[in-house]
């Protein structure tokens, strides 16, 4: 049987694999009948602008957008399921007139928008009958009254900028009132949990679904969250806070106990190991003094992100040098910091220890930072990727497990790379070569939540849904 052959749910099925735009065009160029399957609807399935739309060649650009989308009986505006709206002030209009054609919109991520149209995109938002994710960056909590109408979500993300309390009659309490019984993804920033853990008229209030929980607040003035985690979320196993929350009490030792990935401070992931926790994940914020890492973290973890932030004053390699005598099997590993010096011969050195070190361990997936190094000849772009690109060499060649590597350099931008395979399917030992913007983080995304494929998680989660 042919690929032309195949019934069009399959040939859907088989579309929804490749994950970029590239990619998608160049399967749409092999025959008329992809062409009709990729165009549209999965070319405008996912839509993901740039960060600045507000220059004049990325506006002519957009415009083919806007005359697809506005066109009489638009078949691009049905097929949209996922958009991300840029935070562009001259397209805000455009927004609020074209949404309400997007009739089978599931998912919307929407920054911050100082202005007047966002109650009204989220009154629109909320007659949406397929919308179940939904991500927002609000000022002020006022502006989510028109969110009371939701109901049904799956995944809700609200970050606000002016700290505000969660009650049950709030907007925010009442859409998750709502979903009680659908959500399984939310992450709340800066709010102060004020629902109780069961109600007169509504009974136990629990969200039995909920797997990913991040509570954050980073309003040093907010007094701590003394909130059961034990008795609202039940289920969750992924796990993100920061120092706001009484996550220590004796009722919430359960809820840490069975985490398989932890987002938070060192002392936190240090009690984790110490009830148990079978964590496989960690984004750890690290103190800026050298620690035994062995005493802090759990053997048996496959991905690590150590964030030094912005007032580091350790070596952050020369710390990761101590991971190799432990943590054999972890698979990916990631260092996130901000360098508030110049690079010197010193650091490359250390750099080149540190991976000399790390060969012994099993990582196929590396991201680090890279800082400028001095002079001014060195600031032209061709001469830094020259330097990131010797790295990546050093790389390959001295982790032989190594597999894909990502270089976040201070200008905010990333180069990833990736070891070649040869004719006959066998990885290269040293060549490698550079993949695109649009892929990268979707190679990064699947080596740091891979372990979620291992038949032990699998387990793990259907030990909590009989």
Known sequence: MSLLDLNHDILLGICSLFKTRKSLLELALTCRTLHSVVIPAFLYERLDFPHHLDNPTSLVRFRSFVDAIRAADSVAAGAIRHIEVPDTECL??????????MRNLCSVTIPEWVDPFLPLILKQLSAMPHLHTLSLDVESYDCLGPLRELSGLRSLSVFLIEAAELTLDSALGVVLLNSRDTLTILSLENFEWQIPTCSAAMGE??????????????????????????????SVRQFGCTESMRWDRPFNAPFISRLLSLD????LVTFAKGIGAPLRRIVVYAPDEYVELNSYLPPNIRSVTFDFGITRTVDALRQLEGLAAVFHKVTYLAVDYQLQDQLDSSDVIAKESALQSLSNLSVECLSLPWPLSKGKDLDRHEDRHSHMQEFAAAAFQLMPSLQFAALHSVYDHTTYW???VGAEGILSQSGFSQVSDEEGPDYLDYYEWRWR???????ELDADHP
Not at 453 to 459: H, K, L
């Open 418 to 420: 990736r070891r070649t």
């Open 92 to 101: 805000h209009s455009f927004w609020v007139e074209s949404i309400p054609s």
């Open 264 to 267: 938070a401070p060192l002392h």
């Open 453 to 459: 494929d291992q038949p032990e998680y699998t387990s």
């Open 205 to 234: 209030l629990v969200w039995p679904n909920v797997v990913e929980l991040d509570i954050w607040n980073n309003n040093e003035d907010s007094p701590m969250m003394d909130l059961n985690l034990t008795h609202h979320f039940p």
